[in-house]
């Protein structure tokens, strides 16, 4: 379920929230599958249902509900709306192609890691589960270049309170599941403006990613990154060429951004 803040709340809102989020991370499910997970009875799970499925936000398939299409032009206009994907959209779709790679355009969002856009290019390693995940908000962002690219500019207990909602699992042998390992490398990171994931989230596949800010001393918007497989990007391809190649980007990005404030 969704993270749940403080505060005074509209209980039916919230309700038809958590089977929202069910059918978004679980897929299609019966009233039946609904009632493990939400307090209320068939009857009234089936009233919630049938309201969210008169907007477009539910459909029905037989005895299971999925996901409703009218999610798909909400979606859109909040992405197109944000200031981050307006500034980067076509820069992406052309790096992806010239590198060969997946390019990932991300930000933070309640501590968690949501990828507004991604482009595959022609050699893209991994492909598989760049789709199985997208569209799922990642909890374990410390081990990817993009998530260790925004962890390097929060304040440190921002850092330290998403590192203790979620932890740092391992997700393969090269995974850094050290509290004090990481912090070591983020120091790093903002030195040096980028930061790597060698194999760090799956097997076979590197990344290197670079933070979006609006100013030296601005907030941090979110992070570009491209992968690559490990096979093919070696030596001076991942110590040199894409790291050069993602800094380059995010700068033109910032650049797109800061032109759009000084002109509103």
């Given at each position: 379920?969704?993270?749940?803040?403080?505060?005074?709340?509209?209980?039916?809102?919230?309700?038809?929230?958590?089977?929202l989020e069910y059918l978004r991370m679980e897929g299609?499910?019966?009233?039946?599958?609904?009632?493990?997970?939400?307090?209320?009875?068939?009857?009234?799970?089936?009233?919630?249902?049938?309201?969210?499925?008169?907007?477009?936000?539910?459909?029905?398939?037989?005895?299971?509900?999925?996901?409703?299409?009218?999610?798909?032009?909400?979606?859109?206009?909040?992405?197109?709306?944000?200031?981050?994907?307006?500034?980067?959209?076509?820069?992406?779709?052309?790096?992806?192609?010239?590198?060969?790679?997946?390019?990932?355009?991300?930000?933070?969002?309640?501590?968690?890691?949501?990828?507004?856009?991604?482009?595959?290019?022609?050699?893209?390693?991994?492909?598989?589960?760049?789709?199985?995940?997208?569209?799922?908000?990642?909890?374990?962002?410390?081990?990817?270049?993009?998530?260790?690219?925004?962890?390097?500019?929060?304040?440190?207990?921002?850092?330290?309170?998403?590192?203790?909602?979620?932890?740092?699992?391992?997700?393969?042998?090269?995974?850094?599941?050290?509290?004090?390992?990481?912090?070591?490398?983020?120091?790093?990171?903002?030195?040096?403006?980028?930061?790597?994931?060698?194999?760090?989230?799956?097997?076979?596949?590197?990344?290197?990613?670079?933070?979006?800010?609006?100013?030296?001393?601005?907030?941090?918007?979110?992070?570009?990154?491209?992968?690559?497989?490990?096979?093919?990007?070696?030596?001076?391809?991942?110590?040199?060429?894409?790291?050069?190649?993602?800094?380059?980007?995010?700068?033109?990005?910032?650049?797109?951004?800061?032109?759009?404030?000084?002109?509103?």
């Amino acid at each position: 379920m969704t993270s749940k803040s403080e505060g005074r709340k509209v209980k039916s809102i919230e309700q038809a929230g958590d089977i929202l989020e069910y059918l978004r991370m679980e897929g299609p499910a019966t009233i039946a599958d609904l009632e493990s997970v939400v307090p209320l009875s068939a009857g009234s799970i089936h009233t919630y249902l049938a309201t969210l499925k008169d907007y477009g936000f539910i459909e029905q398939e037989g005895t299971k509900y999925r996901i409703g299409s009218m999610f798909i032009p909400y979606g859109v206009r909040v992405r197109n709306s944000t200031e981050l994907y307006s500034a980067s959209k076509d820069i992406i779709e052309a790096v992806a192609h010239e590198v060969g790679g997946c390019v990932h355009l991300q930000k933070e969002y309640n501590n968690r890691l949501l990828i507004l856009e991604e482009v595959y290019g022609e050699n893209t390693a991994g492909l598989d589960l760049h789709i199985k995940k997208r569209g799922n908000l990642q909890n374990h962002i410390h081990c990817t270049a993009g998530g260790k690219s925004i962890l390097a500019q929060l304040p440190e207990p921002k850092v330290h309170q998403i590192l203790d909602d979620h932890g740092l699992p391992t997700q393969t042998s090269q995974t850094i599941t050290d509290r004090e390992q990481l912090l070591d490398e983020l120091k790093l990171v903002r030195k040096q403006g980028y930061a790597v994931n060698d194999q760090e989230h799956m097997h076979g596949i590197r990344a290197v990613g670079a933070p979006i800010c609006r100013d030296n001393n601005g907030e941090v918007l979110g992070a570009i990154s491209i992968s690559g497989s490990a096979a093919t990007w070696t030596g001076q391809i991942f110590n040199e060429k894409i790291p050069n190649k993602v800094k380059e980007i995010s700068n033109e990005i910032e650049i797109n951004i800061h032109s759009k404030d000084r002109n509103e």
